[in-house]
């Protein structure tokens, strides 16, 4: 699942990324804040984050702000996942970036948790890696072709409702 940090670093990006193809310069953190949704004080950090990452950069001076630095086809998804959130994998011992044993594991190769979520997670690394800011700025309503809610969802989930992100 996404943090609500994630979402913010995402939503900053798409920001910053429709300004650039607009033609437009840098964008102050009240005008991200204002076009994301995200706090003012929650943003800052972010921005400072994704800067540090080389994501974008920042301008000083009365057209100071923030810009994307690379184009949006170079900025994976999957990398500003991890590089917000840290590892993705479901299981420590699936991780490619921080691997580490499952305490409480004897053997790997016979783990069938493992297994089964091994199949799971290289499934939505394909996908998540193949993702960039490009893909976001251009997706389609995948939501307005799904189901509101599965036959089986709980009870307080509101049918007309797309599910949280």
Not at 81 to 103: E, F
Request: aromatic share 6%.
């Amino acid at each position: 699942m996404l943090s609500q940090k994630t979402k913010y670093a995402m939503k900053a990006l798409v920001a910053l990324a429709d300004e650039a193809q607009a033609g437009g310069g840098a964008l102050t953190i009240e005008e991200i804040a204002r076009r994301s949704g995200a706090p003012k004080r929650f943003l800052e950090h972010i921005l400072l984050e994704l800067r540090n990452h080389g994501y974008i950069g920042s301008r000083r001076g009365r057209a100071g702000g923030y810009l994307l630095v690379r184009p949006p086809a170079e900025v994976s998804l999957g990398e500003v996942l991890r590089r917000v959130d840290g590892p993705i994998a479901p299981l420590p011992c699936l991780s490619r970036h921080a691997y580490r044993r499952c305490d409480d594991c004897r053997d790997e190769a016979a783990c069938r948790i493992r297994r089964l979520f091994g199949q799971v997670f290289w499934a939505y690394l394909l996908m998540i890696e193949s993702l960039t800011l490009d893909d976001l700025l251009h997706s389609t309503a995948v939501l307005d072709r799904m189901p509101a809610a599965p036959p089986d969802a709980a009870p307080d989930a509101k049918p007309d409702a797309a599910p949280p992100a």
